[in-house]
T-cell receptor
Framework: KNQVEQSPQSLIILEGKNCTLQ??????????LRWYKQDTGRGPVSLTI?????NTKSNGRYTATLDADTKQSSLHITASQLSDSASYIC???????????FGTGTSLTVIP | GAGVSQTPSNKVTEKGKYVELRCDPI?????LYWYRQSLGQGPEFLIY????????DSGLPNDRFFAVRPEGSVSTLKIQRTERGDSAVYLC??????????????FGEGSRLTVL
C-alpha cells in the first residue's frame, strides 16, 4: 500500500534554532518527492521537488535530503524564524497512476 | 490569473443543502486536482482532470460528490445533500501538464465548508 508517514507530528522550537523533519514512504515505483509548507488557513506552497537521482536540494534556509534506497527524506530548517511556523507536508508520487500521496504533516511552531 | 483562485473562501450551509465550490486554475494549466483536507490531516485526493475529462475520480467518497470542467479551465465541485461529515477545506491545485513527473503543482487557498 502506498503510504507516506511523517514525524514528529508536532514540534516547538526557539527562534534561531535548527530543526529536522522526517518523511518515510512506501510509494512504488517512486517518481518524485516534494515538501510543501502550509500556513494556517492557506494552501500548500512548494519548497522542493526531488527525483530519484537527487540526494539533496536547498531552497534558502530549507534543505531537503532524499535516500531512495531506504525511502526516507528529511527537511532541515536552519536558523528558524517565527514565519517558519506552519505545517510541513511531504508528498510522494509514483511513476504510474495519477495520484500524489500526502503525509499528514508536521506542525512546526517557532517561539521567540 | 496570477494563481489558483477558489471561491467561496468560506461557505456555511445547512445539512441537506446543495453546494458548489469553484476553482479557477492558472491560465494554460491542463491538469487540475481537487483535494479535501480535514483539520490536522494532509490533503485527501478527490478527483483529477486532464483537460476537460476526469482522468481519475477514484477519490470521490460517494455519489453525492461530482465535479465538472466543461471547457478545460474552470472546475466546479458539486456536493448534494450535504452532511456534517462533509465539513472540511476543499483545495484545488493545477499544473501546466500532468504534474506527476516534476511539474510544479500550485494550490489555491481552499474553500472552507461548514455544514451545520
Amino acid at each position: 500500500k502506498n503510504q507516506v508517514e511523517q514525524s514528529p507530528q508536532s514540534l516547538i522550537i526557539l527562534e534561531g534554532k535548527n530543526c529536522t523533519l522526517q518523511c518515510n514512504y512506501t510509494v512504488s515505483p517512486f517518481s518524485n518527492l516534494r515538501w510543501y509548507k502550509q500556513d494556517t488557513g492557506r494552501g500548500p506552497v512548494s519548497l522542493t521537488i526531488m527525483t530519484f537521482s537527487e540526494n539533496t536540494k536547498s531552497n534558502g534556509r530549507y534543505t531537503a535530503t532524499l535516500d531512495a534506497d531506504t525511502k526516507q527524506s528529511s527537511l532541515h530548517i536552519t536558523a528558524s524564524q517565527l514565519s517558519d511556523s506552519a505545517s510541513y507536508i511531504c508528498v510522494v508520487s509514483a511513476r504510474t497512476g495519477n495520484q500524489f500521496y500526502f503525509g499528514t504533516g508536521t506542525s512546526l511552531t517557532v517561539i521567540p | 490569473g496570477a494563481g489558483v483562485s477558489q471561491t467561496p473562501s468560506n461557505k456555511v450551509t445547512e445539512k441537506g443543502k446543495y453546494v458548489e465550490l469553484r476553482c479557477d486554475p492558472i491560465s494554460g494549466h491542463t491538469a487540475l486536482y481537487w483535494y479535501r483536507q480535514s483539520l490536522g490531516q494532509g490533503p485527501e485526493f478527490l478527483i483529477y482532470f486532464q483537460g476537460t475529462g476526469a482522468a481519475d475520480d477514484s477519490g470521490l467518497p460517494n455519489d453525492r460528490f461530482f465535479a465538472v470542467r466543461p471547457e478545460g479551465s474552470v472546475s466546479t465541485l458539486k456536493i448534494q445533500r450535504t452532511e456534517r461529515g462533509d465539513s472540511a477545506v476543499y483545495l484545488c491545485a493545477s499544473s501546466l501538464d500532468r504534474a506527476l513527473n516534476t511539474g510544479e503543482l500550485f494550490f489555491g487557498e481552499g474553500s472552507r465548508l461548514t455544514v451545520l
